[in-house]
């Protein structure tokens, strides 16, 4: 249907709706906690696109070609990458609008 972005569109029709609402509702409560979204998104991006670089390298699973960009980084598909970005975004920020006090 949509080709090599098959994967990246329906990844970004599923996550952006949510992360837009979050900001949406809680952007000052997210933005006054900054020092703990980012490295709360950051540390388990990075480990999940770590892990799936080993998983892919050593076959337990690939993603069809026909339906990707085929681009490439440092071992990792780029909708790989953002799947765990955008799902990262969405856990954390939700977390932190639910436990952290919004600013005076």
Request: net charge neutral; glycine share 8%; charged share 10%.
């Amino acid at each position: 249907m949509l080709g090599q972005w098959t994967y990246l569109v329906y990844e970004l029709a599923w996550a952006l709706p949510v992360i837009l609402g979050q900001w949406a509702l809680a952007h000052r409560t997210l933005r006054a906690y900054w020092r703990v979204v980012v490295p709360g998104i950051a540390i388990p991006t990075l480990y999940l696109c770590a892990a799936d670089v080993l998983a892919i390298h050593i076959g337990i699973w690939s993603l069809h070609p026909e339906l990707t960009l085929n681009i490439w980084l440092g071992g990792l598909p780029l909708e790989e990458g953002v799947f765990f970005l955008v799902t990262n975004v969405m856990v954390v920020q939700g977390i932190v609008m639910l436990v952290c006090k919004p600013p005076a």
